[in-house]
């Protein structure tokens, strides 16, 4: 089993900026994938941002040039430093670990973002 805990989320104004961390433990092999992902109120939950054990990383169109994902592999811990924050990035964000080898998928329980005035 694999536990995911996520912090850093909060309320910033537009323009802010906040860092998300999520602490990963338990059974991590060593080929993987680790992301956010985020759900807004009556939205579907969508891709935010992904790398690979490898270092490789994917983003949203949405969100490319402003958030950067990245991770400490010592600390099994992945980061997404978000900057130039818009009320449209209000959401709750996800940590998702996906196992490549068993198709095991993780979530977190998420953690609230709120861009406002």
């Known amino acids: 089993q694999v536990q995911l805990v996520e912090s850093g989320g909060g309320l910033v104004q537009p323009g802010g900026s906040l860092r998300l961390s999520c602490a990963a433990s338990g059974s991590i092999f060593s080929i993987y994938v680790m992301g956010w992902y985020r759900q807004a109120p009556g939205k579907q939950r969508e891709l935010v941002a992904t790398?690979?054990?490898?270092?490789?990383?994917n983003y949203a169109d949405s969100v490319k040039g402003r958030f950067t994902i990245s991770r400490d592999s010592a600390k099994n811990t992945v980061y997404l430093q978000m900057n130039s924050l818009k009320p449209e990035d209000t959401a709750v964000y996800y940590c998702?670990?996906?196992?490549?080898?068993?198709?095991?998928?993780?979530w977190g329980q998420g953690t609230q973002v709120t861009v406002s005035s």
């Open positions: 790398i690979t054990s490898g270092g490789s990383t």
């Open positions: 998702n670990l996906h196992q490549i080898l068993t198709s095991a998928n993780y």
